[in-house]
């Protein structure tokens, strides 16, 4: 069993909004492993050799990848023996409530409603699924509105109707090691870290936003993450 500490991002979707999405072009994957509350759908495309880690589960993915990772289920991705410098990948974002109870109750939503317990351990589609969706989770970002929340809603319905779908995760893994923040400096913190890890920085910057002295907060955060 993997035993790690864990990141809970907080990520920026926002309460007033459906969902969130992310498209990028990058060489490598630095983010640690880490849960949040929201379910992930991640698209990646041209990382071979990357090694993907859903809950206990382990494995080096193939040019194309497409998961699904439910609330709270810890996940990473790592560059590995991945060589490529041109790694395309969409990530989307959305509340585990966006379908209430009620609205998964009903018939019309069996599949949706699979889709959505399965993912509680993580879901791989298959390569070719993703082929198929693979213009349109791209383009997501691009449509805005109730047409974007109909496609995202389209492509998920999608996804429950495809087949060779694997879920990941053994069923009695438990995250391990949590850490948890009680206290909204070290959110605030966390938060910017998480909005802004692909760049270098600084504790003088961090130190700003809790307007604490930089040794201050130094020996501050040590002593209340752990880290």
Same mark, same amino acid.
């Not at 920026?12 to 498209?23: A, R």
């Not at 990530?91 to 109870?101: M, N, P, V």
């Not at 009695?172 to 995250?175: M, S």
């Given at each position: 069993?993997?035993? $790690? #500490?864990? !990141?809970?991002?907080?990520?920026?979707?926002?309460?007033?909004?459906?969902?969130?999405?992310?498209?990028?072009?990058?060489?490598?994957?630095?983010?640690p492993l880490h849960y949040h509350e929201e379910f992930e759908l991640n698209f990646i495309k041209n990382a071979k050799g990357v090694k993907r880690v859903i809950g206990d589960h382990m494995e080096d993915?193939?040019?194309?990848?497409?998961?699904l990772v439910g609330p709270n289920?810890?996940?990473t991705w790592r560059t590995h023996n991945c060589t490529s410098t041109n790694i395309q990948e969409v990530?989307?974002?959305? $509340? #585990?409530? !966006?379908?209430?109870?009620s609205l998964l109750s009903r018939n019309q939503l069996n599949m949706i409603r699979s889709l959505m317990e399965k993912a509680q351990r993580g879901i791989l589609f298959s390569q070719e699924t993703a082929k198929i969706l693979s213009a349109r989770l791209l383009n997501l970002g691009k449509k805005k509105g109730f047409d974007s929340i109909l496609e995202l809603m389209s492509i998920l319905n999608d996804l429950s109707l495809s087949k060779d779908m694997m879920v990941l995760s053994n069923a009695?893994?438990?995250?391990q090691e949590v850490i948890k923040y009680n206290s909204r400096r070290i959110e605030k913190v966390m938060e910017y870290i998480n909005k802004n890890y692909q760049k270098s920085i600084s504790l003088q910057e961090v130190a700003q936003l809790t307007n604490m002295a930089e040794a201050a907060f130094s020996r501050f955060f040590k002593n209340r993450s752990g880290l």
């Open positions: 069993m993997i035993r $790690h #500490k864990l !990141l809970r991002e907080i990520t920026p979707l926002s309460e007033s909004d459906c969902f969130t999405v992310f498209s990028r072009t990058k060489s490598s994957f630095d983010y993915i193939d040019d194309l990848e497409l998961v289920l810890q996940h990530t989307i974002q959305f $509340h #585990k409530d !966006l379908f209430g109870e009695t893994f438990n995250n």
